[in-house]
């Protein structure tokens, strides 16, 4: 299990008060600018995956820092999505929930252009699945801002509070926690939750009438499909529910977003950047049918995927760490947004195996890129905790002392 970095790990620099600005550029010279990621510490006991410092403006300054106007989606402006009351099935994969767009919707919605309709989940409105009562529904789309989400279904995780958050963001970011009605139950006998809903931070939505049986394929819904159930919100941070965020939400979206000008952002893989590697993996590890697996790759290397090489670079990697996701909700980012979601419910849930593909499509029509960083970057800003039954696995072998 990962530990909490050390406080010298989320470095804040002090900087002259800052106006917010019109553009994404914070200033001619950031004070993070000349920061420099020092060399890993030498310590030989712990070779696995670690935290490194990150540069973090102070939150006043971060809040100062959030761009007036909104980031331009190139190409397309807007973004429609399929409604069908009876949606038919002709090829392989999909769901009712998704809607099953054939292989040419498929292939077309690549093509961007000005103004477009997909399929993004939700395709027969509220009876489709993932159902949410009115009150909570209204209460999501009165956001205009910022949210922080996160999601437990079937009781797998205990829920994290939030670490170092400031005051401003405690009263304008929306922290929103999904679960199942048996997590619901969990929390009940608990007494953990309050009669507005809240446990800490986090307002808990309990979702009705899941689409899928798959516990971590229905994670994927609020994972990938934010801008559809905060359709007026600018800014979300996605974190996994095993994760405690542990760094103030300003600050995150400053560094990873606000900073670099992008509207996209998720951590690449600590030890693998090739889809065929991941793949081989994630087999070896069991979290799929080994078949469809070998489907998906194969379906995708037709296609023209190839290894990861040095030959795609400036891109870093095509296997990303899913777990922590950051985004601007403009048409761009949230089409990829709907087409990652759609090659989810059409294979394996699997994200990290079709997240390249959609990206790299993408990216062959229009000048936009999601932003890879660091993944101890991420460990820096989140720390993983146990699924709730290996923490129970723990505690009931522990020697007696």
């Known amino acids: 299990m990962a530990t909490e970095p050390a406080d010298d790990t989320r470095k804040v620099y002090k900087s002259p008060s800052m106006q917010p600005?019109?553009?994404?550029?914070?200033?001619?010279?950031?004070?993070?600018?000349?920061?420099?990621?020092?060399?890993?510490?030498?310590?030989?006991?712990?070779?696995?995956?670690?935290?490194?410092?990150?540069?973090?403006?102070?939150?006043?300054?971060?809040?100062?820092?959030?761009?007036?106007?909104?980031?331009?989606?190139?190409?397309?402006?807007?973004?429609?999505?399929?409604?069908?009351?009876?949606?038919?099935v002709t090829e392989f994969g999909g769901s009712p929930f998704g809607g099953h767009p054939s292989l040419k919707q498929r292939n077309n919605y690549f093509d961007v252009k000005e103004a477009m309709k997909v399929h993004c989940g939700f395709v027969r409105g509220r009876k489709s699945g993932f159902d949410i009562d009115d009150s909570d529904l209204t209460e999501m789309e009165q956001h205009k801002g910022i949210v922080v989400v996160s999601a437990i279904f079937e009781n797998i995780d205990e829920i994290q509070q939030p670490k170092n958050i400031s005051e401003i963001a405690k009263k304008n970011v929306g922290f929103y926690m999904f679960v199942d009605k048996e997590t619901e139950s969990s929390l009940k006998k608990s007494n953990a939750m309050d009669s507005k809903k809240r446990i800490g931070?986090?307002?808990?939505?309990?979702i009705h009438n899941l689409p899928y049986f798959d516990a971590r394929r229905n994670g994927k819904v609020p994972k990938l499909l934010l801008h559809r159930l905060f359709p007026n919100v600018r800014y979300s941070i996605w974190i996994d529910g095993k994760l405690e965020l542990l760094v103030d939400p300003y600050q995150i979206l400053e560094r990873f977003l606000w900073r670099k000008n992008v509207t996209f952002a998720i951590s690449r893989h600590y030890k693998r950047f090739d889809v065929f590697e991941e793949g081989e993996a994630n087999k070896a590890?069991?979290?799929?049918?080994?078949?469809?697996?070998?489907?998906?790759?194969?379906?995708?290397?037709?296609?023209?995927?190839?290894?990861?090489?040095?030959?795609?670079?400036?891109?870093?990697?095509?296997?990303?760490?899913?777990?922590?996701?950051?985004?601007?909700?403009?048409?761009?980012?949230?089409?990829?947004?709907?087409?990652?979601?759609?090659?989810?419910?059409?294979?394996?849930?699997?994200?990290?195996?079709?997240?390249?593909?959609?990206?790299?499509?993408?990216?062959?029509?229009v000048d936009w890129s999601v932003d890879m960083f660091m993944d101890c970057e991420r460990r820096n800003f989140v720390s993983q905790k146990y699924h709730r039954d290996l923490l129970i696995k723990k505690a009931t072998t522990k020697t007696p002392s």
């Open 201 to 206: 931070l986090w307002r808990v939505v309990v």
């Open 285 to 365: 590890a069991r979290k799929y049918r080994n078949e469809s697996i070998d489907f998906q790759i194969e379906f995708y290397r037709r296609e023209g995927l190839t290894p990861y090489s040095e030959a795609k670079l400036p891109i870093t990697s095509d296997v990303p760490e899913g777990c922590a996701i950051i985004r601007e909700h403009v048409p761009i980012s949230n089409l990829f947004s709907c087409l990652w979601f759609n090659e989810v419910d059409r294979f394996t849930s699997r994200d990290q195996i079709s997240f390249s593909t959609v990206r790299d499509k993408i990216m062959a029509k």
């Open 21 to 88: 600005h019109e553009g994404n550029i914070v200033s001619s010279h950031h004070p993070c600018e000349n920061f420099k990621l020092p060399p890993p510490p030498n310590d030989k006991k712990r070779t696995g995956p670690r935290p490194c410092p990150v540069c973090y403006l102070p939150v006043e300054d971060a809040v100062a820092s959030m761009p007036v106007a909104t980031t331009p989606s190139p190409v397309l402006l807007n973004l429609t999505y399929v409604r069908e009351e009876y949606p038919l």
